[in-house]
């Protein structure tokens, strides 16, 4: 966490609480890698759509 706080030039709590934002929006557990891994095709594919 510390190392992509650093990377985005932003506070590690900044990045905690937006984590938790987009936990909270899409009902996607973070922690799970299964649900990482479905969060992220979803978004491979909208760049593909649009």
Do not use: C, V, W
Not at 7 to 28: P, Y
Not at 35 to 47: F, G, K, M, P
């Amino acid at each position: 966490m510390r190392q992509t706080a650093l990377a985005m030039n932003i506070h590690r709590n900044t990045l905690s609480n937006r984590l938790q934002k987009i936990e909270t929006l899409t009902g996607i557990n973070l922690s799970n890698a299964q649900q990482r891994l479905s969060l992220q095709i979803a978004l491979i594919a909208a760049r593909f759509i649009s």
